[in-house]
């Protein structure tokens, strides 16, 4: 069974670090772009950033200069370093990635099932 897992949150004072982390699993042929989204209690889901297969990164403004998103292709991992976080950072933080399954298979995405990070004194 494909899946993504998400790991990484926590209760976090105001000005920390988290590091999260999210690694697919199972038959899986190609990963292209990998990705971080957050929801906000009461809120839509928003992109954080997004990587392509090469390592090219964007991010939200809210983020620019305080998060990174990294890959490791080989691990079918995904990373979101978040420094100087801040309360309205509190949100369940969803890894997002275009797999195909097979090489006659288009690709689709999958989600992890969430990691709750929370920023508060």
């Known amino acids: 069974q494909v899946q993504l897992v998400d790991s990484g949150g926590g209760l976090v004072q105001p000005g920390g670090s988290l590091r999260l982390s999210c690694a697919a699993s199972?038959?899986?042929?190609?990963?292209?772009?990998m990705a971080w989204y957050r929801q906000a209690p009461g809120k839509e889901r928003v992109l954080v950033a997004a990587i392509t297969r090469g390592g090219s990164a964007t991010y939200a403004n809210s983020v620019k200069g305080r998060f990174t998103i990294s890959r490791d292709n080989a691990k079918k991992t995904v990373y979101l370093e978040m420094n100087s976080l801040k309360p309205e950072d509190t949100a369940v933080y969803y890894c997002?990635?275009?797999?195909?399954?097979?090489?006659?298979?288009?690709?689709?995405?999958?989600w992890g099932q969430g990691t709750q990070v929370t920023v508060s004194s």
């Open positions: 199972g038959r899986i042929f190609s990963i292209n772009d």
């Open positions: 997002n990635a275009a797999m195909a399954l097979s090489p006659l298979q288009r690709e689709s995405a999958y």
